[in-house]
């Protein structure tokens, strides 16, 4: 997994407190602790994937596309991070048994796991973690 399913994760949660306003990437990347770049590569993302909106000029930035409930993170997994638990293999040596098969055996066993940790992820919403900031900030 790469630090973009978390960033976007942090701007879609960031985004969620500001529901009534436009939120400026600088303002996200100060809040998550990243350069601006970084957080602007996210958002791009996220727009393209309709989880987002922006408006350009004077008193643009971002703001969330949808109902905090209807986005999991199994669905910023997808868009971020899908095929990441895939182990990378060396070309082995087809000649040996071991080395002819290891590349199958690991795929369908990691590919099995990101399909549990998508069931797992399927059960949080960007709801959740707006929630469970607030709990935690209590």
């Given at each position: 997994?790469?630090?973009?399913?978390?960033?976007?994760?942090?701007?879609?949660?960031?985004?969620?407190?500001?529901?009534?306003?436009?939120?400026?990437?600088?303002?996200?990347?100060?809040?998550?602790?990243?350069?601006?770049?970084?957080?602007?590569?996210?958002?791009?993302?996220?727009?393209?994937?309709?989880?987002?909106?922006?408006?350009?000029?004077?008193?643009?930035?971002?703001?969330?596309?949808?109902?905090?409930?209807?986005?999991?993170?199994?669905?910023?997994?997808?868009?971020?991070?899908?095929?990441?638990?895939?182990?990378?293999?060396?070309?082995?040596?087809?000649?040996?048994?071991?080395?002819?098969?290891?590349?199958?055996?690991l795929?369908?066993?990691?590919?099995?796991?990101?399909?549990?940790?998508?069931?797992?992820l399927?059960?949080?919403?960007?709801?959740?973690?707006?929630?469970l900031?607030?709990?935690?900030?209590?």
């Open positions: 997994m790469n630090s973009d399913f978390t960033l976007a994760i942090h701007s879609l949660a960031y985004l969620a407190l500001q529901l009534d306003r436009m939120s400026t990437s600088e303002a996200i990347s100060k809040s998550a602790g990243v350069h601006p770049v970084r957080i602007r590569k996210v958002l791009s993302l996220l727009k393209r994937n309709g989880f987002i909106k922006s408006k350009e000029g004077t008193g643009g930035g971002f703001i969330f596309a949808r109902e905090l409930d209807e986005v999991s993170l199994w669905d910023i997994y997808k868009i971020t991070s899908e095929g990441a638990l895939q182990p990378k293999c060396p070309e082995s040596n087809e000649q040996c048994i071991v080395g002819a098969n290891m590349r199958n055996v795929f369908s066993i990691f590919i099995g796991a990101e399909e549990h940790l998508g069931e797992y399927k059960d949080y919403t960007i709801k959740d973690i707006v929630e900031v607030n709990q935690d900030s209590n």
